[in-house]
């Protein structure tokens, strides 16, 4: 079984610039890319779970998001750096699906590519509270960037850490 890192994309691996769907709009965010190779050298699948509300809000097609996640990819290569699987909720913030994080419907489509995940060993990243939530659910453990969209006093369990960045997360997951 393979311990998985699940990353959330816009505001973790890029700039969130608000429903980021074209490729110029693209900016990494400070030192992603040697967070991105830390962990992989440390032994974990690089997996990215995303929500892309955007596309259930009509606001982007589905064909623009995979054009950024393939620029994505392909800059990431050149660095030795493999996102093994990702995974996006399409769905509108107000639907019912099982996909949208907190709910862990994603990890299907990632085990589909990845195979068995080591979810104990395993670590969920991101920069909003379902992200964590979605952590929690599968069992690993996780780590919070601190963002805009949050507060500690809206946390009703604490992650395992709270950092700046997915460095600084890095830094932690790989002393852990």
Known sequence: MQPVIFLDRD??????HGYVHRVE?????PQAVEALQMLQQYGFALAIATNQSGIGHHRYPAADMHAVNR?????LAPHGITIAA???CPHRRDGDCTCR???TGMTEQIERQLGPIDYPRSW???DKLADIEFGRALGTHRALIRSRYWQESDLKEKPDCIVNSLFEAAKIITQH
């Open 71 to 75: 620029h994505m990819v392909n800059l």
């Open 124 to 126: 969920s990243v991101g």
């Open 86 to 88: 990702i995974a996006f």
């Open 101 to 103: 994080k907190p709910k």
């Open 25 to 29: 709009d693209w900016e990494f965010t």
């Open 11 to 16: 505001g973790v691996i890029n700039v969130d």
